[in-house]
C-alpha cells in the first residue's frame, strides 16, 4: 500500500469506531441495561479489531503517520 491509501485506511478505521461510539450512545437512550452492557462488549471489541486489522497495519506500514495523526487531532480534534 501507499502513504496515502494508508491515511485513507486510517481515516476509515476512525470514522467506523466514532460510529460506532455514537451507536453506544444511542443505546444507552433506547435499551435497557442488559442489552446495552451486550452491545457495549460488541461495540468494545469491534473497535478493537479495527484497530488491529486496520489501523495498526496501515501505521506499522507508515509509523511516520503516528505525528501526523496526532497534530491532525491536536489542532482539528479529528485526523481527516
Known amino acids: 500500500m501507499d502513504i496515502d491509501f ?5 481515516r476509515t478505521a476512525f470514522r467506523t ?15 435497557d ?3 446495552y452492557d451486550a452491545l457495549a462488549l460488541g461495540v468494545a471489541e469491534a473497535i478493537d479489531n479495527v484497530g488491529q ?4 497495519k496501515a501505521m506499522a506500514a507508515y509509523p511516520e503517520l503516528e505525528g501526523e495523526i496526532d ?6 480534534g479529528q485526523y481527516f
Request: with cysteine.
Open 53 to 56: 486489522a486496520l489501523t495498526n
Open 33 to 35: 441495561k442488559q442489552e
Open 6 to 10: 494508508a491515511r485513507h485506511i486510517i
Open 17 to 31: 469506531s466514532r460510529d460506532l461510539q455514537d451507536l453506544l450512545r444511542l443505546a444507552q437512550e433506547v435499551c
Open 71 to 76: 497534530a491532525r487531532i491536536d489542532s482539528y
